[in-house]
């Protein structure tokens, strides 16, 4: 294989037409008129034409020849070869070892293919080079310089992990590495990837090429594995619990298992602190309802799972959740709906009545209340009489809610939806809103939260926390009936549940992280324990990095329970679909080239190359030109030779034909 060290001088082939053109032009002739005195040169010049053709012909060639030797030895070429030497080469290798490498096809993973490539070329080379390795699931893990042999020991130990892969991030690392540590080697990047397409998201397209035309770093070549067809898979995406409600003692559990991935419906096991409490079926792309018996207050730690398939890693997801007693509940001002909605919750056990001093959730109807509410959480109620708003919102302003309520009043009705409910979302979908206010930021909202928001975008639902720690929930709607029919629809008592036994509640951020995530500890916090009962030392109130072992954490304080949250790998991981070779070239940018596994060992170290022919190539260009040179004498020298036969055979036509009319006329004469 012949590469060329100055490629852009090729161009000087086109100089080749040169002697073509100039001897096409050579053969045009103009128009003939024949004397009756060349008759007989032209004769001679016939005997010689055959060998005249023959010479112009070579001569061509040798010029033609000529010219093309020197323009190839002009682009320095060499010739390539897989078993050759390479020229010192600063080479960092991206190595995937995200979720989607431990799919296993006919009984070898993925991860152990892009292994083998990342081995050959650490195999190929020299004692000049310098490698290094960098994970694409951990790109933030140190990644040492060093010679082939230490970087052969490092890809060898390296594993998959249930995470994704940071080909952005991974890539950007390998760019800086090089533009400071190359030392005047050629720049080289190896990204050993499976090419799935959710890897690349975060990746702009020719992004490295961008990068190159800015001037902000060197244009490096990106070697890349063409991508394999991906088999089909199902794997569980999500599990939420009550929708993300916290679950409260004694209660079914509503369990939503959401499945990705293709094929038809598939089995759904759910697991509680390890035994078997719910079976179900669910088809990708969609949500398998379950439920679990009621459970004890406390925490509860589960995992929802299907059969396993060739990517095993996300066939099960863990959880974790707080289950709470029934909330106390009270209730501050006239409300019939409301009164009797409460009823329903406390009969079903969702919650407890109660006097406003002990509440632990205060239901106030147009600010009544608020003086005893103690540290309980507020869900605020406009009052059904609007003569009262000014009163109303000035108690918003003196508790700290950064909303007010104007008037609104719309004729038509407007539709709502919870976000990330969809079981509320669907009770309200029924409900025409005809709400008489609407909610204003006055300018202290940024940190609170829309629960609820009407179809033309207003919000009728929103939640915060208040400068003094309490939680607060405030509608546009007084649930008095004016609303049209909400207060005596099938959503008022999910709509009453989530406002005083869902939303009320502080439930624990990060419940469901990925490995290497970051979780805020409580200040208390001094360990975290795994899965298999090993505990770690922590700092509290210092960010936790997730560990990349599935499971159930523990947070502790000595012997307390703190919390929970539950590491997962990231639902993107199970959608294996790649990303075709074209799109992938684009998406890394011109340097980028895309690589038939069979071809690898030829196609990297793109420095390399055997000794450069140009020498040659140049001094076979001057033995044409000297060839040139004495087909060219051969033939002038011919051509005199020709010129001066045909000439005297001439001269001796005349003269003969001279003496015959002489003679013929000295006859007729004599006659």
Not at 215 to 231: N, S, W
Not at 426 to 446: F, H, K, N, Q, W
Not at 559 to 571: E, I, K, Q, T, Y
Request: glycine residues 12%.
């Amino acid at each position: 294989m012949i590469g060329f060290l100055a490629p852009g001088l090729l161009a000087l082939l086109a100089v080749a037409a040169i002697p073509l053109l100039l001897h096409l032009f050579q053969r045009h002739q103009g128009r003939r008129v024949a004397f009756p005195a060349i008759r007989y040169l032209r004769l001679a010049e016939r005997e010689h034409a055959r060998r005249i053709r023959l010479r112009q012909l070579l001569l061509l060639l040798l010029r033609v020849g000529a010219v093309v030797a020197l323009a190839l030895a002009a682009a320095r070429p060499f010739l390539r070869s897989g078993d050759g030497e390479h020229r010192a080469t600063a080479l960092v290798i991206v190595l995937d070892n995200s979720l989607s490498a431990s799919l296993v096809r006919a009984d070898t993973r993925v991860m152990d293919d892009l292994r083998a490539l990342a081995l050959r070329a650490a195999e190929s080379a020299g004692p000049d080079d310098r490698l290094w390795l960098i994970r694409a699931a951990e790109p933030w893990e140190a990644a040492p310089p060093g010679a082939a042999a230490a970087a052969a020991d490092r890809i060898r130990a390296v594993e998959p992990v249930p995470g994704g892969a940071d080909l952005a991030g991974a890539l950007e690392r390998a760019r800086d590495i090089l533009a400071a540590g190359a030392d005047g080697r050629v720049p080289e990047i190896h990204l050993l990837t499976d090419g799935q397409a959710t890897e690349f998201s975060g990746l702009a397209v020719g992004a490295g090429a961008e990068a190159a035309q800015e001037g902000t770093r060197p244009a490096i070549p990106v070697l890349v594995p063409a991508p394999d067809d991906a088999p089909p898979n199902l794997g569980v995406a999500a599990v939420s619990l009550e929708g993300g409600l916290a679950p409260r003692a004694g209660q079914r559990v509503s369990v939503g298992v959401t499945l990705a991935g293709g094929g038809d419906s598939a089995s759904v096991r759910l697991l509680a602190h390890d035994t078997l409490r719910a079976v179900g079926r669910g088809v990708p792309g969609t949500v398998a309802l379950l439920s679990l018996p009621g459970q004890e207050e406390g925490l509860l730690l589960g995992r929802a799972e299907v059969e396993a398939d060739a990517l095993r890693a996300d066939d099960r997801r863990h959880y974790v959740a707080r289950v709470l007693p029934p909330p106390a509940v009270a209730l501050a001002g006239e409300a019939p709906f409301v009164e009797r909605g409460l009823d329903v919750l406390a009969d079903a056990g969702r919650i407890r009545r109660s006097p406003a001093r002990d509440a632990e959730v205060l239901v106030s109807i147009g600010g009544a209340g608020l003086d005893a509410a103690g540290d309980a959480t507020l869900v605020l109620l406009p009052p059904s009489d609007p003569v009262a708003l000014p009163a109303v919102n000035r108690a918003l302003g003196t508790i700290g809610v950064g909303w007010r309520l104007e008037a609104y009043g719309p004729e038509a009705g407007d539709r709502a939806s919870a976000d990330g409910d969809p079981e509320l979302s669907a009770a309200l979908a029924d409900v025409a809103l005809r709400t008489p206010y609407r909610l204003v930021d006055a300018g202290r909202a940024e940190d609170d939260e829309v629960r609820v928001r009407l179809a033309s975008g207003e919000p009728w639902v929103v939640g915060g926390s208040l400068a003094d720690g309490r939680r607060f929930l405030l509608l546009a709607g007084a649930l008095d009936g004016r609303e049209g029919d909400v207060a005596a629809s099938a959503a008022m008592v999910p709509l009453l549940d989530r406002l005083v036994a869902g939303w009320a509640s502080a439930i624990p951020e990060g419940a469901d992280v990925a490995p290497g995530e970051r979780i805020p500890l409580p200040g208390r916090a001094d360990a975290v324990e795994g899965p298999g009962g090993e505990r770690v030392a922590v700092e509290g109130g210092a960010p936790y990095v997730a560990p990349p072992v599935p499971g159930a954490y523990r947070v502790l304080a000595g012997d307390s329970l703190l919390g929970a949250f539950a590491v997962n790998p990231p639902a993107r991981e199970s959608t294996l679909a790649r990303l075709p070779p074209d799109e992938l070239r684009r998406t890394l940018g011109d340097g980028a080239r895309v690589v038939d596994a069979g071809d690898w060992p030829r196609e990297i170290f793109r420095a390399r190359r055997g000794g450069e022919a140009w020498r040659l190539i140049a001094a076979a260009a001057l033995l044409l030109l000297l060839a040139e040179m004495l087909v060219a004498a051969g033939g002038r020298e011919a051509a005199t030779r020709a010129r001066s036969s045909g000439g005297r055979s001439g001269r001796d036509a005349l003269a003969g034909s001279g003496a015959v009319a002489t003679e013929r006329a000295a006859r007729g004469g004599g006659a």
